[in-house]
């Protein structure tokens, strides 16, 4: 608890650029989960969402995920591609943020922010004298609030500096992009951070300070940082959503989502290591009956593949010393896509049980995933 014994609930948000879709879903699920925020930190695209956090809006942070675009973003023309945008970069030393500043003015509400209950703090580095400044919004000068969130989202060099007031500013991420210490500082008990891999400095001594710590960062890739898109930004906002449920305990699973209690721990990690071989859906929420079901359709898709690389390793013995093992399984990944290896080794493991090569130490080190996700369509009597 604080020093006054009331217990205060913090929200970290990276910065990630494009990828801070995710960031908005965290909060649509926490919000979902009946959990207060007391304070809100951000970093860069973290800044943009902890205003829309601190002004209690999550449908237009939302809409505002839904609605951008890459051109609504940086000075480019509509449906230009990366190669564009990187021409901006080199050609006018970063690219230019005004459609940014105006989905701001339109989307932040300064007062709204100013008189909410939440503690608002944000990052920016000023230049030359590169010096961080760690921002809460009692500190930011009236009517300046849209300015300095615009600072802490200036990547630079891909973003032009931004100017306030004579002096340049630079992406907070260059002094920290996971702002726990800011939140500490205002007496967090509980710390819930959101780390978007995005660039920047990620202060360790914080993280291991941080009491109580919910840490929230995706399995998968979120894309590119630069590149803003609405159909990623869909994807993201139900994979922050999913993952934060599962951070809760609300939900299992590591790269897929399972209805709590679906299958028990072993076998929810197979399901899982399954589920990313064969390439389902990570966007959807599994039970037991429709993961199964959606699974049998994906095996379905490679089954034909698999028959022919099936024949050639049905009859491989058990033992061999560990350098030919590793030959063998070496042999088969040269010829045989993930889902067809899969296949191969639930059909060793069907036919000779614990005397299959692939329950031998040498070789489930190489194949940590293929294993289990093997074991499971075996479980399930689906080969």
């Excluded at 930190?41 to 809409?63: D, K």
């Excluded at 994906?298 to 590793?326: D, G, V």
């Excluded at 889902?339 to 940590?368: C, H």
Aim: net charge negative; with cysteine.
């Amino acid at each position: 608890m604080s020093a006054n014994g009331k217990k205060k609930t913090a929200l970290v948000l990276s910065g990630g650029g494009a990828r801070g879709a995710y960031e908005a879903g965290v909060w649509q699920a926490l919000t979902e989960l009946g959990i207060e925020i007391d304070i809100i930190t951000g970093t860069s695209v973290g800044a943009i969402n902890a205003a829309m956090i601190a002004q209690g809006e999550l449908e237009l942070a939302c809409n505002l995920w839904k609605e951008m675009e890459t051109h609504m973003v940086f000075d480019v023309p509509e449906g230009s591609q990366p190669f564009d945008y990187a021409r901006e970069i080199v050609f006018n030393h970063g690219a230019g943020t005004s459609g940014l500043k105006e989905l701001m003015e339109k989307y932040i509400d300064e007062e709204k922010v100013r008189n909410s209950p939440v503690d608002f703090g944000i990052t920016a580095v000023s230049l030359p004298d590169f010096k961080a400044h760690l921002l809460f919004k009692e500190d930011i000068p009236p009517g300046r609030l849209i300015d300095f969130i615009m600072a802490s989202a200036s990547a630079f060099p891909a973003i032009h500096s931004y100017p306030i007031d004579g002096t340049e500013y630079i992406d907070g991420g260059y002094a920290d992009v996971l702002p726990i210490d800011m939140a500490l500082s205002k007496g967090a008990t509980h710390v819930i951070a959101v780390n978007l891999r995005g660039y920047g400095i990620i202060d360790q001594d914080a993280v291991k300070a941080a009491p109580n710590l919910v840490w929230i960062e995706s399995p998968w890739e979120l894309g590119l940082q630069f590149v803003f898109d609405v159909d990623n930004a869909r994807r993201l906002l139900r994979l922050g959503y999913l993952d934060t449920l599962k951070a809760y305990g609300v939900l299992d699973g590591t790269y897929y989502a399972f209805g709590h209690g679906s299958f028990d721990k072993t076998t929810t990690k197979m399901a899982d290591a399954c589920a990313k071989i064969f390439e389902m859906d990570p966007t959807l929420l599994y039970t037991k009956e429709t993961f199964l079901e959606k699974l049998s359709d994906a095996l379905a898709a490679s089954q034909a593949e698999a028959e022919e690389a099936l024949e050639s390793y049905r009859t491989a013995p058990r033992h061999r010393p560990a350098s030919e093992i590793k030959e063998l399984i070496k042999n088969i990944k040269s010829i045989a896509n993930q889902q067809v290896l899969t296949y191969i080794i639930a059909d060793a493991l069907k036919e000779k049980g614990q005397d299959s090569i692939f329950l031998t130490r040498p070789v489930f080190k190489l194949l940590s995933e293929q294993i289990p996700a093997a074991r499971f369509l075996v479980k399930y009597e689906l080969v």
